[in-house]
Structures are given as structure tokens and as C-alpha cells.
């Protein structure tokens, strides 16, 4: 009998030392269920695509608080393209202004969460990520 | 073979991942593909690490993986962090004190949930070596937290089997309860940097001469449930011993790491050259057998059983018609 867990990567790219927001949301995915690798402050995007390489994780979420997204996201993009990771979907939690989400979007993150995201919309979210991925098998 | 097992075995990391995935998540195919990738494995010394929480498991890992890869060792970790009873959720944060090996294609790191299942996470655990083992890694280490028997179980895929302490974290004696120090081959004791690590050795020392550390006594009283069997030697005459040594490591400042490669090379010298690592692995295949025989006589008899029968079963023992072992005799009967 199959069991299956979703398995989410949590993970904090850039330089800005603030996890708080991170642990919040790994912590609200557990309580769902779910299984978190949090992988620490300050990984560069070849980390996060070996992390969700190895992990063989359904869902990427950053946590970006620094600003820097529009020039993190599409490096992170690129590393995981670079290692196959294309069916990887990437979500974006941080301070995003609305005018760069579309443009994130481009980029192929699926979800953009700001600070007054509940943390169920977010479950929500990555649970209909993973019920449409197990639908394409 | 199928697709993905003969990426596997040509090295590719993604169809590796993805394997893991399929055994861990017992998809049908999982037996299938573990078929296939038996007669890949048996190379890969497997080193258990185990101790309590926060003792510095990870850290030690990171460091020894290091050194291993000095000796241009590949290593494979799987990293078990428990699932939370209530949520069937987990935090896997072994990663985090790994970090020097990213970058690095001479290492996998992958982090696994106890999840809880009938059969175990101890069976889990060791289809996943295997995998890591068929896949070419000279070492594969399993990090666990040497909390209960589940743990102890997980471990007893391992050859060599590290248990770290660390100074000051309260009662000794606590480790000998849960049955840890009898597993040991090594043991470590890490923050060597902080106060009372001479304390936390002296100590284990005692402890060890107290409990005397004959491997082979150690093994037969711990897997006791198989003592029984008549193929199991009863005196320990013709084994040599291997005393556990006691170490003392750094893992943050990377001291103490050279000899603990030392000690664990010489143990699995030790093990090779007495032979025992043979009969440690029949040992192993041996508890492997009966507990899969087990699961799957018990799936068979189970899928015999109606609901309805089960609940006057239970009614007639629970009014007193009839007594457990009886009824279960006469089940036995019943289904021959
Ligand atoms: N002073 C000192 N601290 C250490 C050493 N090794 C690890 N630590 C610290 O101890 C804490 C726990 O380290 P981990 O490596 O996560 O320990 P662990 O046993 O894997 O922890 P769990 O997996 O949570 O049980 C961290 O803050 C480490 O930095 C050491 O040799 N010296
Ligand atoms: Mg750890």
C-alpha cells in the first residue's frame, strides 16, 4: 500500500539574516502533514537545486525578504532547469511588490504569498500543486 | 530494468532521488525495482550514527564525510528525523550542518521522516541503503536520533555503528535505559571544545567495563528475540572482541576526526578479517527474513479474516465463551 507524504523545500536564499518568516511556514506545513527539509540561511541557488535535487521535493518555496528577488528567483530558475528540476514548481513568500509578480510569474514561480498570506491559503496552495502533479502521473 | 534503475545505476542523481521516493513511499513498484537493484548492492560500508538530541550528529557527519572524501570516499547520508505523531507532519533539518558538502558529486544527502507505517521505518530505511548502495557510494551513513527502539532498529543495518554523547548533557546512565551503548562499536563523545568532555569519556569508559563490552554477547542479548534459533552459536570463544574505544571529537572546530576514520576503518578490518562481517550479514539477512515473513503472513491471514468474524470473535472473549489463545487456535484451523 502506497503511502505518500508532500515533501516541501524550505529554503532562504540571499544574504538577509532574517529566518523568522521561513520557520513560521515550515512549522505551519508540518502541522498539515506535510514533510519540510529547511535547509538555513543564505543558500545560493546551486543549494537549493541540489537540496531539491537529492530531496526529490514536489514544491520549492523561498522565503525572500531582502528585495532581491527579481534577481535571485530567475538564477534559482536556472539552477534547478540546469539539474532537470523543470517539473519543479517554485513559490515566493517575502515582501513582493505587486508590479514585479507578474513578472515572477514569467519566470515560472506559481504562487507569490506576502506577509498577510494565513498560512492555510499556502497549504491550500501546495496541496492542489501536488493533487494536479499526481493527477499528470 | 527498467528506465529509471539503469539511469540509476549509471549515476544519475535525479533517477536516484526519484527511486528513493518510489521505496519510501511503498509504491507498487517498489518491489520490482528493489529486485532489480539487489545484485548491484553489498559494496558500501554502512556506518550507523546515533545518540541523543542535538549531541551533534549532523555536525559529526558533515566532518566525517568530509575527511572520507579526502580519501576520495564517495558517501551517502540518509538523514531520519521523527514524524510528528500529531500531524504526521516533520522537520527535516539535518541539512542545515551540512552544508560544506554542497557542490559536491561525490555526495548525497537525503533526509527521511520515520513516517510511522506498519513494518517500520527500520525497513524503509534499509531498502533506501540499498538503493545508495546500488548506486555506487563507497560509504552510506545513517544518522538517526538514539531515542528508542525504533532507532536501535535502524541502526542494525549498519556495520559499524558510532554512538555520539556529548559533555554535560545530564545523566549518563540514561544512555544505558535506552539500550544505546550496547550498540556501539564507537563511541564518540563530540564538543570535545566545551568543559567536562574528559568527564563525559572517563565516565563512558566505566560504563563500559561495568556492562563488558564483548561484542558478541552484546549482539546475541540484543537481538534476543532470535537467540533461539538453533543456528546460533552460544559461546563467544571463537570471535575475537572488539572493545569499543572512546573518542573525542570536534565537529565544529574539525578535531578528533582523523582518528575516528582511524577507528572506524580499523573496525571494519576487524569485522572483514575475523570474518564476522559474514555472519554479521547472514545475522542481519536472517532478522530481515523472519520480520518480512512475518508482515506478509500476516497480510495473507488478515486478508482472509471478515470484519464480522473478528467482531464475535471478540464478543464471544469478551463474554467469556471462549479464551484469546483458543480462539485464535481455531481461527488457525479454520483457514489451513
Ligand atoms: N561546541 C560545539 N558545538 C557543536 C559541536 N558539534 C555540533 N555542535 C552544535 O550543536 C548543535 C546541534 O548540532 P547538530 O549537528 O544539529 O546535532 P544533532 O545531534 O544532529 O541534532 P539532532 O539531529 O537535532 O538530534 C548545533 O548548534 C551545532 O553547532 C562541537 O563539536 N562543539
Ligand atoms: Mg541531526
Sequence with gaps: MAIRAARVLIAKPGLDGHDRGAKIIARALRDAGMEVIYTGLRQTPQMIAEAALQEDVDVVGLSILSGAHMTLVPRIREAMNEAELDDVPIIVGGIIPDDDKAALSEMGVVGVFGPGTSTEMIRDFINKLIAQKDGDD | ?336
Design chain 2, 1 to 336: 530494468m527498467t528506465n529509471q534503475v539503469e539511469l540509476l545505476v549509471k549515476g544519475s542523481r535525479r533517477a536516484l532521488a526519484r527511486t528513493l521516493t518510489l521505496i519510501e513511499n511503498q509504491h507498487p513498484q517498489a518491489q520490482a525495482t528493489l529486485a532489480q537493484l539487489y545484485p548491484h548492492t553489498g559494496k558500501a560500508w554502512i556506518l550507523g550514527v546515533t545518540g541523543a538530541p542535538g549531541t551533534g550528529k549532523s555536525s559529526l557527519v558533515n566532518a566525517l564525510t568530509k575527511a572520507l572524501r579526502e580519501q576520495e570516499k564517495t558517501v551517502a547520508i540518509i538523514a531520519v528525523d521523527p514524524t510528528s505523531p500529531f500531524s504526521g507532519g516533520a522537520i527535516l533539518g539535518d541539512r542545515i550542518r551540512m552544508q560544506d558538502l554542497s557542490g559536491d558529486k561525490g555526495v548525497f544527502i537525503r533526509s527521511m521522516a520515520t513516517r510511522g507505517s506498519l513494518g517500520g521505518v527500520a525497513t524503509a530505511t534499509r531498502d533506501m541503503v540499498r538503493v545508495l548502495d546500488a548506486a555506487g557510494f563507497d560509504y552510506v551513513i545513517v544518522e538517526t536520533v538514539g531515542a528508542g527502539q525504533s532507532e536501535v532498529d535502524i541502526v542494525r543495518t549498519a556495520y559499524t555503528t558510532l554512538v555520539i554523547e556529548a559533555p554535560g548533557l545530564g545523566d549518563d546512565v540514561q544512555a544505558i535505559k535506552a539500550g544505546i551503548l550496547e550498540i556501539a562499536d564507537i563511541l564518540v563523545v563530540n564538543k570535545a571544545d566545551r568543559n567536562g568532555a574528559d568527564q563525559t569519556v572517563r565516565s563512558l569508559r566505566a560504563m563500559l567495563e561495568l556492562g563488558h563490552p564483548a561484542s558478541w554477547e552484546q549482539f546475541v542479548s540484543h537481538h534476543g528475540r532470535l537467540m533461539e534459533t538453533p543456528t546460533m552459536p552460544s559461546t563467544p570463544s571463537d570471535v575475537t572482541l572488539w572493545i569499543p574505544p572512546v573518542l573525542k571529537t570536534s565537529a565544529i572546530q574539525n578535531e578528533g576526526i582523523t582518528e575516528l576514520v582511524i577507528q572506524i576503518e580499523k573496525h571494519r578490518q576487524h569485522l572483514t578479517e575475523s570474518g564476522t562481517v559474514a555472519q554479521l550479514e547472514a545475522r542481519y539477512i536472517e532478522i530481515e527474513l523472519y520480520e518480512r515473513l512475518q508482515q506478509a503472513l500476516m497480510r495473507q491471514v488478515t486478508s482472509q479474516l471478515s470484519e464480522s468474524l473478528i467482531q464475535t470473535i471478540i464478543n464471544q472473549i469478551r463474554t467469556r465463551e471462549i479464551d484469546p489463545q483458543t480462539a485464535v487456535n481455531q481461527l488457525l484451523v479454520q483457514l489451513n
